[in-house]
């Protein structure tokens, strides 16, 4: 399977592209609006992956080309820019799944607090967004981007996983869980996006408020 | 220390009533409307407690008693009657720390939401029904009333506490400590309140959408 990172330049879509090119076999494709830099930090993360034993390709490119090239689009960009990166890629989005890891948070004195847009979340508004029939699943919002990019690290975390489109999820459900230590999980259908996303927040409050936490991600048991 | 339960006969308070006079050597005091039935759950929870090997006294009283005798009074009521039941123990509460575990919740088909009273979170809802000077403290959200209640069960769960009184924080956390395989986390002030309850419903909808899971709690790492 081929799988693109648009925004895989930045710390989520480092992670998740780390892992996947080396806990499975899949294509791994680093998407940014700069295609120079795609291709630079792709090769950066195949040197990485090399320097742990793995000798894989990374490719990169613009993000259209990106989209273009893979079977599951994870949309590894920042809440406010949803939209117009999956309005930028629509017309190569076919038979294609986009997976949303992102959080709309806003900040203040006390902490990070859950500030998601008019459409109740970012996977409703994504949904909004992605060209009809193009299914839109939830993933990757409480995984601590630091600790998910350090390859010495290891995890041992949950992944809620939530959509309409069963299949889709299936998709998702079953590459999250070909990543070394990540145990996606159900949360039900796109209406439960906001309980899964107001992790994230709460997430960042705890590890700044306690000492000796950082990096945190979750485990349900 | 004193610490009154009130809804104590409900399953979060029989929980934490449980564990608590297992677990530490504080006065647990049930609390209900009903004073026969406060007293009758008292009992139960005292031959529950000695049929594992503890002897220990858990007293029954109305609301109102329960409230004038305790240092910590939780308010383990649905969230709808958080705003009642703090008026009603009011003129009882000097030098007493509140403690709201409770959550709004709504459901439909796709399973439970979020749901907040318009003051934000039932939490700001306690803290505006509260006498002048009382603290509030948000804590005992996410723990599964059920496993909780079965003292054969073993815990090893993480509790989020927030609130903007950093005396009546220590205190609760404190006390939430000395329960076995429970480990207090700082969850910064009331105006964290969000993050923290909407957990609980992402728990509910975690159980019932996977098999194997129920009765869950988080750990955070």
């Not at 820019?81 to 017309?91: K, L, Q």
């Not at 986009?98 to 902490?111: F, I, Q, Y």
Request: charged share 25%; aromatic share 4%.
């Amino acid at each position: 399977m081929r799988i693109a990172l648009l925004g895989g330049t930045g710390d989520i879509g480092q992670g998740l592209a780390l892992r996947w090119a080396r806990d499975s076999n899949h294509d791994v494709i680093i998407g940014s609006r700069d295609p120079d830099r795609a291709r630079e930090k792709a090769e950066e993360y195949e040197r990485e992956l090399a320097s742990v034993g793995r000798e894989v390709k990374v490719t990169g490119f613009a993000n259209e080309m990106a989209a273009d090239r893979a079977d599951v689009v994870v949309l590894a960009v920042p809440a406010y820019h949803i939209s117009d990166t999956v309005e930028a890629v629509a017309d190569r989005l076919e038979e294609t799944v986009l997976v949303t890891p992102a959080v709309g948070m806003s900040r203040d004195e006390d902490g990070f607090h859950y500030n998601p847009p008019p459409h109740g979340s970012v996977a409703a508004l994504a949904a909004e967004a992605a060209p009809e029939g193009v299914p839109v699943i939830g993933a990757f919002h409480n995984l601590a981007a630091g600790r998910l990019a350090n390859l010495e690290a290891d995890i041992d975390w949950d992944t809620p996983v939530f959509g309409d489109d069963e299949d889709a999820k299936e998709t998702v459900t079953a590459l999250a869980d070909e990543i070394a230590g990540l145990r996606p999980l159900d949360a039900g259908g796109l209406a439960n996006a906001g309980e899964v996303e107001s992790l994230t927040p709460l997430l960042i409050n705890l590890a700044s408020e306690n000492d000796g936490l950082h990096d945190l991600g979750v485990k349900f048991w």
